[in-house]
């Protein structure tokens, strides 16, 4: 079995508490560029390595180390799958993948640690940064290496002849004068052609735009930046295009937020970088800002918001624009018309007519707080790993799958319509997996092996078994669990569900919907006892090979377990007659009770014959689907005649949207205890007694 690691990020991951560690560094060069090593391998192309000490490690004198054996045949040892060329000249943030197999452990201690050094061959330079991998087998035997953390090489002297000065100063400085900044990472809109991230300074308010090329720095990263200033001919910001890249350092406490009324945003002009039109006052454009006030547009760049200091967006409309096109797709924040929101973001600028506006852009879904209704805080983990033996494509790429920003947005987008507003769910965070979860088992796929596997399905099985959820939620040797667990997070209020995206398998790798916590229930999937998380949350599970009317149905089989759970009834997926309760009575068919048909359930239309998702019967039924819909809770037993063509002809979104549209949905307690609104229950369940 292979072990995929990524090293992405710069952090340092801690092992667990009173873990004893014996480390083989292999760091013993004495001069030249690694001259008199044992076992160094300079990294260069698509090279295979040998990382072993042969029989003596530097610090465990007379016994062998940790030993990785060389790539043969493509059995063993390491292979990396990314070029690193120019590392230091280029000043990038390096991206390795690599594939580590039969670690053999003849130290006699353990746990055990290698150490690799990236080595640039342009510069001879072997100090540009450790990689670690901490793990492998018991001592004294050969076995698969468990998955590793997350770390980052990075390369690059800093620029020289260049004091730093303030970032307010630099704007004051000529066209044609290199200057070097530095300030705390606030904001990355990889979206954005170019792409961009701001730095603030963090003893003040000042910041501005960097574009950058390759990979971006961290948020909250120390960052200094050498080059020229330029004028956005599009929108007059300010901004550095580094003639040397940037230089990043360690990751710090996050700038500061300034809140401001919308009459100061943007400010006066300081220096090159002009002001906003009818601005005076301090100039923060590029500085991360906090506004607040009331929806008072929806437009297809955002929303226009005003807090009643008199100003307008370019045009006839109150309120300064909130532009969130810099928000990846799945994760953009939405509000209506009336809801009062506070929203924190980049403050900058946009033309209209000749001027240029006031404007804030959020960097993520949590930037948005609607302090009108009650959101559900959404993490999604898309687990869709770059597959470099298959174009460097992700897999939903490779087989031209959906792209799951899109199924995001359209599920939330049902949802929210369906419910008439009360279901909100907002993703906060999404993270992006560089590779395929752990089965049970501990087996895993990487990327170019589930293709391969998927493709040769037919003839080869595939491996059989379910996701580690306990390992999703809790193993921080996972990079989607750094700093913080999912656990954690959902701990800390955070995150209150989660979204997993993942690709097709041939057993129930994903669960449509599961449920983690103190106490969980069952809602069609796994149940996982988690303590640490504090509260039940439930992780639904999407594969981007199939549309959003799946993932709709996820949340109908969902429903049902939840509202089994409010009334429980005397058979699980199917109504029984005599009626008992509401919830049997929304959920009767024809073929129970002839003439009595409502709304049927997850599978069954209210006319369904014999068998499941029969959603395009022809035949007419006697339904009271209307009464549920217009009279609840005050039923009258009004019914009419339905067939397929009242829930969509056969279409499965179309049912699964019409289904839900009929949700109990008023306000007040019905005289059998439970709330008039079901939605309370499918969304909110850890607030009522009955579903929790």
């Known amino acids: 079995m292979r072990t995929l690691f990524l090293l992405c990020a710069l952090l340092v991951a801690a092992l667990p508490a009173g873990a004893t560690v014996y480390t083989e560094n292999f760091e013993s060069y004495s001069t030249g560029a690694l001259a008199g090593q044992s076992g160094w391998y300079i990294f260069s192309g698509n090279s295979r390595a040998n990382v072993f000490s042969p029989d003596n490690g530097p610090s465990l004198s007379g016994s062998k180390c940790v030993k990785l054996d060389n790539l043969v045949s493509g059995s063993t040892g390491i292979r990396l799958f990314k070029n690193i060329t120019d590392l230091v000249s280029t000043d990038k943030i390096l991206t390795i993948q690599y594939d580590v197999r039969n670690l053999t452990n003849a130290s006699g201690k353990s746990p055990t640690t290698f150490r690799m050094r990236v080595y640039d061959s342009v510069l001879s330079n072997p100090a540009i940064g450790n990689i670690h991998y901490d793990g492998g087998a018991d001592p004294n035997r050969s076995g698969p290496a468990s998955r590793g953390r997350a770390w980052a090489a990075r390369g690059g002297p800093p620029a020289r002849g260049h004091a730093q000065i303030p970032i307010a100063e630099a704007k004051k400085r000529p066209a044609d004068e290199t200057v070097t900044i530095g300030g705390v990472v606030t904001a990355v809109y990889d979206q954005d052609t170019p792409p961009r991230f701001y730095i603030q300074e963090a003893s003040g308010y000042c910041g501005i735009q960097v574009r950058y090329s390759g990979s971006p720095p961290a948020m909250n990263q120390a960052v200094t930046a050498t080059g020229k200033l330029y004028v956005d001919s599009s929108n007059h910001e300010l901004h550095m295009d580094p003639t040397g890249g940037w230089q990043g350092g360690a990751i710090v406490d996050a700038a500061r937020t300034v809140a401001l009324n919308s009459r100061a945003?943007?400010?006066?002009?300081?220096?090159?970088?002009?002001?906003?039109?009818?601005?005076?006052?301090?100039?923060?454009?590029?500085?991360?800002?906090?506004?607040?006030?009331?929806?008072?547009?929806?437009?297809?760049?955002?929303?226009?918001?005003?807090?009643?200091?008199?100003?307008?967006?370019g045009g006839d409309t109150p309120g300064i624009r909130i532009d969130t096109s810099g928000v990846r797709a799945g994760m953009r924040p939405d509000a209506d018309v009336g809801h009062c929101v506070t929203v924190t973001g980049i403050s900058s600028l946009y033309p209209s007519s000749g001027q240029y506006h006031r404007v804030v852009r959020p960097r993520s879904g949590a930037d948005l707080v609607n302090n009108s209704v009650r959101t559900f805080k959404v993490l999604v983990i898309n687990f869709d790993p770059i597959c470099p033996n298959h174009a460097n494509k992700r897999i939903h790429e490779w087989f031209n799958w959906n792209d799951p920003d899109t199924l995001a947005q359209d599920y939330v987008a049902d949802l929210k319509e369906c419910s008439t507003g009360f279901a909100r769910y907002q993703v906060v965070d999404w993270y992006d997996a560089n590779y395929l979860p752990y089965y049970e088992d501990g087996f895993a796929y990487t990327g170019d092996e589930y293709i391969g596997a998927w493709e040769n399905r037919e003839t080869t099985p595939m491996h059989y078994g379910t996701a580690d959820y306990y390992r999703i939620c809790l193993d921080k040797t996972y990079p989607h669990n750094q700093p913080r667990s999912i656990a954690e997070?959902?701990?800390?209020?955070?995150?209150?569900?989660?979204?997993?995206?993942?690709?097709?398998?041939?057993?129930?790798?994903?669960?449509?919907?599961?449920?983690?916590?103190?106490?969980?229930?069952?809602?069609?999937?796994?149940?996982?006892?988690?303590?640490?998380?504090?509260?039940?949350?439930?992780?639904?599970?999407?594969?981007?090979?199939?549309?959003?009317?799946?993932?709709?149905?996820?949340?109908?089989?969902?429903?049902?377990?939840?509202?089994?759970?409010?009334?429980?009834?005397?058979?699980?997926?199917?109504?029984?007659?005599?009626?008992?309760?509401?919830?049997?009575?929304?959920?009767?068919?024809?073929?129970?009770?002839?003439?009595?048909?409502?709304?049927?359930?997850?599978?069954?239309?209210p006319n369904s014959a014999n068998e499941f998702y029969d959603f395009g019967n022809t035949r007419d039924v006697w339904s009271t689907c209307d009464d549920w819909l217009y009279n609840w809770p005050n039923l009258l037993g009004t019914k009419k005649q339905v067939n397929c063509t009242e829930w969509g002809g056969g279409d499965y979104r179309l049912h699964h949207k019409w289904w839900l549209k009929h949700i109990p949905n008023a306000p007040g307690v019905n005289p059998d205890g439970k709330q008039n609104n079901w939605w309370k229950y499918l969304c909110d369940y850890n607030s009522y007694p009955e579903s929790r």
């Open 489 to 605: 997070r959902v701990a800390a209020g955070e995150v209150e569900e989660v979204f997993l995206f993942g690709p097709p398998c041939t057993s129930y790798f994903l669960w449509y919907s599961s449920m983690a916590g103190p106490s969980p229930f069952f809602v069609n999937g796994g149940t996982y006892s988690m303590p640490q998380a504090g509260r039940n949350f439930i992780l639904m599970g999407f594969t981007y090979d199939a549309d959003v009317w799946s993932a709709l149905l996820s949340y109908l089989r969902r429903s049902e377990c939840i509202m089994n759970r409010v009334y429980p009834p005397a058979n699980w997926w199917f109504p029984t007659w005599p009626i008992t309760n509401n919830w049997e009575k929304f959920r009767m068919l024809d073929v129970v009770h002839p003439g009595d048909a409502a709304c049927g359930t997850a599978n069954w239309a």
């Open 265 to 313: 945003l943007g400010g006066g002009a300081l220096g090159r970088q002009e002001a906003v039109w009818q601005g005076d006052g301090l100039n923060n454009i590029g500085t991360l800002v906090t506004v607040c006030g009331k929806v008072t547009a929806s437009t297809p760049a955002g929303l226009v918001v005003s807090d009643g200091s008199g100003v307008t967006e």
